[in-house]
């Protein structure tokens, strides 16, 4: 059996329609979101992205126990001795929630699609940054194209930014195999230098994109990404047949030796590529679709504390 993600079930092919206008979900997420803010995270959230999110204020001499990373080399050899650049904290935080809504996203062994989840995780996010007065932008790519929607700042307009991103068509399951770009050029423009770019995907085995270091130079980025159970163990018991939406075709899982090994190699393949994709343990999320999305997020940000 070649080595391609888990296939998904005759009854999972599509997510599970949701019940409530997205305004309507967006506010009880809200909620949610308000309430660990006030009394779980409090001021971690914030301290969590500021990272070395700086703006250039002047150079000054290197003294004793400055960080060496901000030394200014040519200044330094022009005058013959350490010279620094200064740096003042942004006042702001600019936020941009980056979704890659492939078509592989529709797959759910369970009641939700990680689809569904992928787009409470981007919510949250946005919902985070609302709370928190920052200005939050998102942009949604699929096979079909893409939509950004550039940073904003208040309640109502990114409450209505993120309604767009939930009220996105899923693209279909015929374009699996078709690739997704994202312009990373486009949203260079739209987003200021040190604002925080969080990757939401499937993150499927591949390079990185091109300019993905400048990326990386410029912002501070992150990746989310959700998992369904079936992708960390393919499921014991009879063989059964499941429609494998890469291929078109039915397959039979025999839940052979086989089978087990083909699984494990695209586990750890697509595990290396976002580790290669994110190399700090703490710039990455990983959760499932049977988690509770705000109590992961929530553990992020602790996780970002401590490291710093």
């Not at 040519?74 to 005058?79: I, M």
């Not at 942009?139 to 550039?150: D, I, K, N, V």
């Not at 270091?213 to 159970?229: A, E, H, K």
Request: aromatic share 8%; with cysteine; proline share 9%.
């Amino acid at each position: 059996m070649p080595a391609i993600p888990p296939p998904i079930p005759p009854n999972a092919v599509a997510p599970v329609p949701l019940t409530a206008s997205p305004i309507a979900l967006l506010r009880k997420l809200e909620w949610r979101v308000r309430h660990a803010v006030e009394n779980v995270l409090s001021g971690e959230y914030r301290s969590a992205f500021r990272g070395r999110g700086m703006e250039f204020d002047q150079v000054v001499k290197y003294e004793f126990g400055d960080d060496i990373r901000d030394i200014d080399w040519n200044v330094t050899a022009r005058l013959g001795e350490p010279y620094r650049k200064k740096f003042v904290e942004e006042r702001e935080v600019t936020l941009i929630v980056v979704l890659e809504d492939a078509p592989s996203l529709q797959f759910g062994s369970g009641a939700q699609s990680k689809r569904e989840a992928l787009l409470e995780l981007a919510g949250l996010v946005m919902l985070l940054g609302a709370v928190n007065r920052d200005r939050v932008g998102c942009l949604c790519a699929s096979p079909g194209g893409y939509a950004l929607r550039e940073p904003v700042r208040g309640r109502g307009p990114i409450m209505h930014a993120a309604a767009a991103l939930f009220s996105q068509t899923a693209p279909p399951i015929a374009q699996a195999a078709a690739p997704v770009e994202i312009p990373w050029q486009l949203l260079a423009r739209a987003a200021p230098r040190h604002s925080i770019v969080i990757w939401l995907g499937d993150f499927a085995p591949r390079p990185a994109p091109d300019g993905w270091s400048l990326i990386q130079r410029r912002y501070q980025t992150m990746g989310f990404r959700v998992d369904d159970p079936w992708e960390r163990a393919l499921p014991a018991g009879e063989p059964f047949a499941a429609y494998d939406p890469v291929t078109g075709r039915l397959v039979t899982l025999e839940n052979s030796a086989a089978e087990r090994a083909a699984h494990a190699r695209w586990r750890a393949a697509r595990d290396d590529a976002f580790r290669n994709l994110f190399p700090d343990t703490h710039s990455r999320l990983v959760v499932g679709t049977d988690q509770n999305r705000l109590d992961a997020l929530v553990r992020f940000f602790h996780a970002r504390m401590a490291a710093r």
